[in-house]
């Protein structure tokens, strides 16, 4: 045998790097690195929950054509449970009360 153990018989011998510390540009490349994947994850949560469920957000006009009647808007509203029955009475008696008459002109 040459002297050296069987798992370094070539004669080389490891080498170990002293570190002393972790310089602040490694902080900040670790630091935005960590941003970016929680911005990735919150934009990925944030797809998912928007697509089915209670996370889901219609708007209030959704299945509803453009230029349509607004008491049909309201009734559409009321029967997806978006309103409350109250709100539905107000915005009914709302939509059919007669318009105000404006005053005459001052003379």
Not at 23 to 46: G, Q, R
Not at 49 to 62: D, E, F, L, N, V
Not at 82 to 101: F, H, K, N, V, W
Request: glycine share 10%; proline share 12%; net charge neutral.
């Amino acid at each position: 045998m040459n002297g050296y153990p069987p798992w370094n018989r070539g004669g080389f011998e490891p080498v170990y790097i002293h570190h002393a510390g972790t310089s602040p540009l490694e902080w900040l490349l670790f630091a935005l690195l960590l941003v970016a994947v929680l911005m990735l994850a919150a934009i990925l949560v944030s797809r998912l929950a928007g697509r089915s469920g209670r996370w889901s957000r219609t708007p209030a006009t959704a299945g509803v054509a453009p230029g349509q009647d607004p008491l049909e808007i309201l009734r559409v509203r009321y029967a997806r449970g978006e309103i409350s029955r109250d709100d539905y009475l107000q915005g009914t008696a709302d939509l059919t009360a007669p318009l105000p008459t404006a005053p005459p002109p001052p003379e």
